[in-house]
């Protein structure tokens, strides 16, 4: 049978076939396992980026030249490479006992979705001048054009640029400067103020002029930020960007990057994708995190619409917005929800987008995007005034502050919305698969009486028990585990007590948002879902922008 993994990114689709290959054991990734049964395609040379037990040596990348192959780039802050290969090869390079797991180059891209207006401010943090100062983020993207707006008093704030798909570092296809605006733009005069106005920005370009990249050009700028963290002050890095989930985010290498950076001391924010509407495999989009929102440690932000008002209590959850649980692993993601949702914000005339949709041009040098990419920002923002309010916090107290302190308390048990070109109506309902913690609140964050007392706030899995019928948190009763029992808020004021039962249960005959004999919760915590124990290969074609008002 023929399924999809849909990315709704623009360019992107990723199409996948039914064929069953087991993975848990092999160290070559799904893709390349099917590779191997395709002898017209031996010849081909693969991009892969490949892992080792150790930091590779240059008698690691002498076997891999010795087998026809030519390296492209180090990887060294995971211990891993990006290499050119015949396919040929690729097994021979799994015999290697120092490799612990290969995987192709994969494309990755932009993480919006409809195109069409709400503003985003944080008035009242920065009118008790919290604005960011002195902190770096890194907006790891399609690069940035150098506007007014990133300047304040004649300083630029962009502060270093870096382009990893070749040429400049500006960019040609307006998603990046669109998301550093959100997250950091000043204004210009207007009322179009990012989060952060006045944080400084390390552009880091990884998508070309149609919103493409791979695997290894995020992976080498995520080791770039790392590089330069102590020269920038990098404490946050935004992405905005993801692809399908292919394997267990163990064995991932975009996911091994982000940890690698969150173990460095820099808070990781990223979109958990716009695959919220994908019923193809009658999940009702459960299921659909993007990678590496897959990963337990990073900052996973889902999009909440503001529907044209300052206020939270008509707030709604986007129909599109990716939901969890996490493929492979059932992370509870997202952890957070913020507005995203017609958002005006940078992105100047003649660039792809711009030239694409006129009809989204607000005035000037302001633009209307959607999407989890658009939230994304709206929240690494937040870190960053957190961390100029506290620069000691830690990314893994950020997270949890950020969690602790969302709002909950308006959401609906479901909420239905239109999309205005096919006319389809889509039910969210608010679960903790759907809206996380709930919304970014940045003034309850900031009345916390304390930085939550955590050593680690990696997001817990979610089991499924065939004898009682239930889903329930796993690994949340540990004293530093910031959703456990024994901490001073315990998981039910984590999430909301509407989201969780007694005993840590999210999902089960007694929860409004479904039970055991629904259709959607069968496939999810089924054998037979994509995200078991098989997967399928994928290839990438075309595809059009859809969403909703």
């Known amino acids: 049978m023929k399924k999809k993994l849909r990315l709704a990114a623009t360019g992107v689709l990723v199409v996948a076939f039914g064929t069953t290959v087991a993975w848990g054991g092999d160290k070559l990734a799904p893709e390349l396992q099917l590779e191997k049964t395709a002898a017209g395609r031996l010849a081909a040379n693969v991009e892969v980026i490949v892992q080792y037990k150790v930091t590779p040596t240059q008698a690691h990348h002498n076997k891999v030249i010795g087998l026809g192959g030519k390296l492209n780039n180090k990887l060294d ?141 995020v992976i080498q700028a995520i080791q770039t930020a790392v590089s330069l963290k102590s020269q920038y002050n990098i404490q946050v890095i935004n992405l905005s960007l993801g692809r399908p989930v292919l394997e267990s985010s163990a064995l991932d290498p975009l996911d091994q990057a982000v940890e690698a950076a969150w173990k460095a001391g820099i808070a990781v924010v990223v979109a958990a994708g716009n695959e919220g509407r994908d019923n193809n495999d009658n999940t009702n989009g459960y299921g659909t995190i993007a990678a590496p ?49 017609l958002v005006i914000s940078t992105l100047p005339p003649g660039l792809t987008l711009s030239n694409l949709y006129l009809a989204n ?41 950020l969690m602790l302190s969302a709002t909950k308390s308006y959401f609906p048990k479901s909420s239905v919305a239109v999309d205005p070109t096919t006319g389809i109506s889509y039910t969210s309902n608010y679960d903790i698969f759907t809206v996380g913690a709930g919304e970014l609140n940045i003034r309850s964050g900031f009345s916390l009486p304390s930085a939550p007392p955590v050593s680690s706030a990696e997001s817990p899995y979610v089991s499924y028990s065939a004898t009682t019928g239930l889903v329930t948190l796993q690994g949340v009763s540990g004293q530093n585990v910031v959703w456990g029992s024994n901490v001073v808020w315990g998981s039910n004021v984590v999430w909301g007590s509407n989201a969780i039962l007694s005993n840590n249960v999210v999902w089960g005959s007694n929860v409004v948002w479904g039970s055991s004999s629904t259709t959607g919760f069968n496939v999810v915590w089924g054998s037979n879902v994509v995200w078991g124990s098989s997967t399928d290969a994928a290839e990438t074609l075309p595809v059009t922008i859809a969403g909703e008002q």
């Open 77 to 217: 802050f995971i211990r891993a490479a990006h290499y050119s290969i015949p396919a040929s090869a690729v097994q021979s390079l799994a015999n290697d006992p120092d490799v612990t797991y290969i995987t192709p180059n994969r494309p990755i891209a932009a993480m919006f979705d409809q195109l069409t207006d709400d503003t985003v401010h944080s008035d009242w943090a920065n009118s008790i001048g919290q604005k960011g100062a002195g902190v770096g983020v890194a907006i790891i993207d399609s690069g940035i054009v150098d506007l007014p707006d990133f300047s304040n008093n004649g300083t630029d704030r962009i502060v270093y640029n870096q382009s990893f798909v070749g040429g400049t570092a500006a960019d040609q296809f307006g998603h990046g400067t669109h998301v550093a605006g959100i997250l950091a733009g000043n204004g210009n005069g207007t009322v179009y103020i990012g989060v952060a106005p006045s944080a400084n920005i390390i552009n880091l370009r990884v998508l070309d002029a149609n919103g493409h990249g791979t695997d290894a050009g």
């Open 293 to 341: 929102g897959n990963d337990p440690y990073v900052i996973t932000v889902g999009c909440i619409k503001s529907n044209g008002t300052a206020t939270m209590s008509d707030d709604t959850i986007a129909s599109y917005s990716s939901k969890g649980p996490t493929a492979f692993d059932h992370y509870a993601k997202p952890d957070v929800v913020a507005p995203g949702n």
């Open 361 to 401: 041009r607000v005035a000037g040098n302001f633009f209307i995007l959607s999407g989890t990419s658009m939230a994304t920002p709206v929240v690494a923002g937040a870190v960053v005034l957190g961390l100029g309010a506290d620069p000691n916090l830690t990314p893994d107290q950020e997270k949890a502050a």
